[in-house]
C-alpha cells in the first residue's frame, strides 16, 4: 500500500516554493486524499461538498423582523428523498447584500456566501426526519427585509 510521508505533504517545511504557489499541508498536490478517492471520502476531508437542496424540503415558517434592523428565519428542513442525507449540513445564504451580516454564520465560503454549519443528529437526516435551524441577521433598522437564496450543502471543512 502507498502511503504519502510527511516530506510528500508538508509543504511548509519540506517545499517552500510549493507552500508560496498554495500548496496546503497535509493535502497531496492533487488537492485529493490520500488514502480514498470516493465521494464521502471527499467530503470528509473537506475537498468537496454535495448540493442537497433539492433533496429536502425547505419550509420557511417564520420570519421575524426587530425594529433594530435584526431579522430571524426560521426553517424547517424535511428530508423528502429515499435516502440520508449525512456528514455536516451547511445552510448557505447567496446573493446578500454587502450591507447585511449574518450573525450566526459559521463562516464565509470561496464565493463570499455566509453559511451556517448544522451538526445532524447521529450524522445524518433520515428519509422523513426534520430538523427547525434558525439563520439570523443583522441590517440597518430602515433597511428594507432581508432577502437570499438559501441553498443546503452536505460535507465538512470550509466550502
Known amino acids: 500500500m502507498f502511503q504519502l510521508s510527511p516530506p510528500d505533504f508538508l509543504y511548509s517545511v519540506y517545499r517552500p516554493d ?18 480514498n478517492n470516493d465521494p464521502l471520502s471527499r467530503r470528509d476531508a473537506g475537498l468537496e461538498f454535495l448540493d442537497v437542496t433539492a433533496l ?13 434592523g435584526r431579522q430571524e428565519d426560521v426553517y424547517k428542513i424535511t428530508n ?13 445564504a447567496s446573493g446578500l447584500s454587502d450591507r447585511i451580516e449574518m ?11 455566509p453559511y ?15 430538523i427547525v435551524k434558525s439563520l439570523l441577521f443583522e441590517q440597518q433598522p430602515r433597511d428594507p427585509p432581508v432577502t437570499y437564496a438559501l441553498r443546503l450543502l452536505s460535507g465538512q471543512g470550509n466550502p
Open 56 to 68: 429536502v424540503d425547505i419550509a420557511l415558517i417564520e420570519s421575524k423582523r426587530a425594529g433594530d
Open 116 to 130: 451556517r454549519r448544522v451538526f445532524l443528529a447521529n450524522g445524518v437526516l433520515l428519509p422523513g426526519e426534520s
Open 103 to 113: 450573525e450566526n454564520a459559521s463562516g464565509i465560503t470561496s464565493t463570499g456566501d
Open 18 to 35: 510549493l507552500a508560496a504557489l498554495g500548496a496546503t499541508d497535509g493535502r497531496p498536490a492533487s488537492g485529493l486524499p490520500q488514502d
Open 80 to 92: 423528502n428523498g429515499s435516502s440520508v442525507v449525512d456528514t455536516h449540513l451547511l445552510m448557505v
